[in-house]
């Protein structure tokens, strides 16, 4: 494929079909797609069987120890001869390299987030050329380079991932497989041009109300006089701004907001260079004006946490994000766009890209430009020590000034961070350690935060997540008073789901609960017949040791035992989404205190359990859905205050009498709505009491606006015998609901009854759908088996009487009896 670049840049492109990789051991060659990567070759052509299925991973581990020849033969376009320069530009090569061009080694690569380029002007001859990258294997070079680093391995089950610059989960991780691939994992093209190229334009933004002040620093590749700039700022198709120096000066600019603050306007800026008025060469990328700040000050509390976005504090409410596939070479942008979007319905504003993957392709940062997902955007550094040597901080330091380059015009970036979990899970090494601890902070303390500071264009850096405080063997209450927090006393130390309301985080980057595959899921790596989580297939899926164990111990705590696998996956995701829940609830109502909640994981990389809301192939657990209501821009969240004892003889009490109704509005204007409550008898399906009042929301803020002691009505009817409805309503904002029961929904005598269910007609492809059920059912969740659909809302409680309507969009579906034919509804009673 041949392309003009912007300016008189020319670009051939090497991708496609017409490559063939190569194992020297046999000498046999196969057929290649680039970008990629041998596994997915391999798997094209039949020859591995799919390492997705079964216990297949462990029948392809012997790629990692084998080198790989890649080869391709391409004709230079004629264009290409009548430049000054011509350069083999390889985005990305994974990982350990030697490049070849007509039989003559032309460069190397040891570390697969660089991107290489290597001038062949004169390598380059009519006719065939014959390019030829030979990589090493993985593990050949990890055995022979760097020995001596042997630090504690955390999640490499074979040790010494850290040793080579690459995708470090790709060695294995506690939710993903160990296929540790090499390949072309990047395009991989021809670039001509002459006199100079632009490398890259830094751009730095001045705010004042109303007016917003651009200054515009273009890098070049190389040293040139007598080269003149132009910039220009567009949006959409109309000059907002232009300028011949180095300055824009807008007016009454439209700004970049994140997700639920405002628009995420995009505008395009493009810079030229000219030397004696012809064009050298253009820079043109969508930059967003907007100013966005860590801000770390001083307060009552500590010292606050909290992202600061065109002068407005913002509650950071998302998810971590793992790459999207184990094998990530030839990704294409459709990778990316359904999960982001998925992120922006549950009304998420930040995504956290973890360090432990890939730095990811521009496509992914495009989408959170539009949705307006802010970024934390961490180094790939993870959780285990790394090597501290010359030649390794060389390539870091390439790597990191790179991508800094190339990510900083992002609207979406809002920081950068060194490493996960470092600190956190080496603090005794670097404390014992004066080499140790040098090493570290000369990478992230020194060069990192220095690579950020001079190259960032004003984005802020962290050194570690979670940060020094909660390392530093402080108390918990000490330790909470600043920086951000990994909250994993739920799951990894078994505490109670209640413990998280004790939590004083200022901000929480990771927490998380994992639960089963849907059995939609499950079914595209074990056959039913062993749908044991026991079964040898399934615990292949099951990447943390004991992480069964855990799942079933809080399952357990809140059901009954299930009566199939499908119910357990039922069950799995219903705790899940309560853990999350009441975290994310008890965070944004600690507001201003705590700002942000991130919890573990958005997606998956394959198929199993995991901590994700969504699985693999986009399927919305129980938990992403439940996060579109506890994320919602007005929140209406009941504390109880309290929970249930196990006492002597296994007999249970409980300590609730008093339920806390609190409101959260992350609206910058105060919001006039109205507050209603409802105590329903569960059996009677009948309301005991109920009331109602006229509340007003502060702007970014939590309030408590009732204390309903509800003793009375719990000795009466006992804790198993009511629950508590409470809504609320503004104009022009979507209502809210919750229901809080008294006791674990093990304890309930839950009724069967049938659920209604009806689809009106028209409507073209949204249909109204509405739930009816004589009984209470808990947690209904309905599927519309074989159709991508998507819906409103889901996994929701119905009251007897009360019907629940959603939107429904199913493509392929356009008669509503035969939707109301297809779906299939299901709730907590259905799964004893």
Known sequence: MISLLPGIRLRQSLDGPAWKVCDPTDGRSHDAEVPGCVHRDLLRLGLIPDPFWGANEAKVQWIETRDWVYRTEFTVMAALHEVECVELVAEGLDTVARVSLNGRVIGSSENMFIRQRWEVTRRL???????????????????????????????????????????QCSFGWDWGPRLATVGICQPIALEGWSVNRIESVRVEQRHRPGHASLTVHPEMARASKGLTFES?????????????????????????WPCGQGDPTLHTLVVECRRDGRLVDRWRRRIGLRTIALDRSRDAAGES???????????????????????????????????????????MNMIRVWGGGIYEPDAFYDRCDELGLMVWQDFMFACT???????FLRSVR?????????LRHHACLALW????????????????????????????????????AVHGGGTGYW????????????????????????????????????????SRARFVSEFGMQSFSSPAVAATYCPPAEWNILSPVMESHQKNPAGNGIILDYVSRLYRFPKDYAALAYLSQLNQAHCLKVAVEHWRRSQPRTMGALYWQLNDCWPGPSWSSLEFGGRWKVLHHVARRFFAPLLVSVRLAGD?????????????????????SDHFEPVSARLDWEVWHLHGHRILSRGHRAVLLPPRRAQLHLKLDLGAELAQHGHAGILLRVKLRAKGWDPQEDVALFTAPRHLDLERAPIEVEVATGGGGRRRVRFTSPVYQHRVMFDVPGVNFSTSDNAFDLLPGVPREVTVEAPGIRRAATLRKKIVTQSLVDSY
Not at 385 to 391: I, S
Not at 398 to 406: G, K, M
Not at 441 to 448: A, D, I, K, N, S
Not at 647 to 658: A, E, L
Request: charged share 25%; aromatic share 8%; hydrophobic share 35%.
């Open 305 to 347: 946490f909290r992202f600061v976005v065109n002068g407005r504090p913002v509650f950071a409410k998302g998810a971590n994000w793992i790459p999207a596939h184990a094998l990530t070479g030839g990704l294409g942008a459709e990778a990316y766009r359904a999960p982001l979007e998925a992120a922006a319905a549950a009304h």
């Open 232 to 256: 220009v700022l567009l949006l959409g198709e109309n000059v907002i701004a232009s300028s011949r120096g180095d300055t824009l000066e807008v007016s009454s600019p439209a700004l970049w």
């Open 125 to 167: 001859r009519p006719g065939t050329n014959c390019l030829e990258i030979s990589f090493e294997s993985p593990m050949g070079y990890i055995r022979r380079r760097r020995r001596a680093h042997a630090p504690r391995e955390i999640n490499d089950p074979v040790g010494g991932c850290t040793r080579i610059r690459k995708q």
């Open 385 to 391: 020590l790394y090597p501290g040597d010359a030649a």
């Open 463 to 502: 050194r570690s997540s979670s940060s020094g405080a909660q390392t530093a063997g402080k108390a918990k209450d000490s330790a909470q008073s600043a920086g951000d927090w990994h909250d994993w006393d739920v799951w990894h130390a078994r505490q109670p789901v209640k413990s998280y309301e004790k």
């Open 398 to 406: 390439t790597e990191a000034r790179q991508q800094i380059e190339r």
């Open 417 to 452: 961070c060194g490493n996960n979990e470092i600190e956190l899970l080496n603090g005794a090494t670097l404390r014992g350690s004066p080499r140790t601890r040098r090493e570290y902070r000369q990478l992230f303390e020194t060069t990192l935060r220095k690579l950020t």
């Open 644 to 664: 249930d004892v196990v006492g002597i003889g296994n007999r249970v009490t409980s300590t609730v009498r008093v339920a806390e109704i609190f409101t959260v």
